[in-house]
């Protein structure tokens, strides 16, 4: 049976989670307190225990005070382990392209998102399949409930693009990623 660790059970890791276990994997994911039934991020047995079973690991934890908390922590077994691995990174690492296009060979590490940019290569480093994400939208997620909820803002740039991935969509191509050689954006 194929099992899945999912560091950081947000938004898009809980779709993915859902939708692998509707197809018979087995699906365990972290989240800072275990609520919902997951694990502590900090029960290291229970975490360890579960890496050395996984056939599949994914992190979505954003790095905090610079550094990337899974690798801080758990870093030395993810180095050992034969499961494949994937990280949920940001489109944010390649910083302000002053308006050019920008794809995944472009350089990262500008501006704000230093952080990001550094766990993203630290990632890299470990032989993870590397997912930069836009903006993500889906059901609770649309302009239309901002509205709803009093939370849009207008913004009015001329020219200005924005990107923006659907959550099942990139659930379909962290599902496809299995299936491509480790490592890479």
């Known amino acids: 049976m194929s ?3 999912v560091f950081g059970l947000g938004y898009t890791a809980s779709r993915l989670a859902e939708r692998l276990a509707a ?3 087995h699906v365990v994911g972290t989240t800072r307190d275990g609520r919902g039934g997951t694990l502590r991020f900090d029960d290291v047995d229970a975490v360890t225990a579960e890496i050395a079973a996984a056939t599949h690991i994914l992190s979505s934890v954003p790095p905090e005070h610079e550094a990337d908390p899974v690798l801080g922590r758990y870093g030395s077994l993810l180095l050992r382990t034969r499961a494949w691995i994937g990280y949920l990174s940001s489109t944010g690492v ?3 392209a002053q308006g050019a296009w920008v794809d995944e060979t472009a350089p990262i590490g500008g501006g704000r998102r230093s952080a ?3 766990a993203d290569a630290d990632w890299l480093a470990i032989g993870a399949r590397t997912f930069r994400l836009p903006g993500i939208y889906g059901p609770g997620r649309s302009p239309l409930d ?3 909820q009093g939370k849009a803002h207008r913004i009015e740039q001329p020219g200005q693009v924005f990107s923006r991935a659907h959550v099942d ?3 379909s191509g962290v599902i496809a990623g ?3 050689p480790a ?3």
């Open 23 to 25: 197809d018979g994997w």
């Open 178 to 180: 299995f299936d491509a």
């Open 169 to 171: 969509d990139i659930v």
């Open 146 to 148: 901002r509205v709803r």
């Open 116 to 118: 990001r940019a550094a």
């Open 94 to 96: 390649y910083g302000d």
């Open 3 to 5: 099992r899945l660790l």
């Open 183 to 185: 490592g890479g954006v």
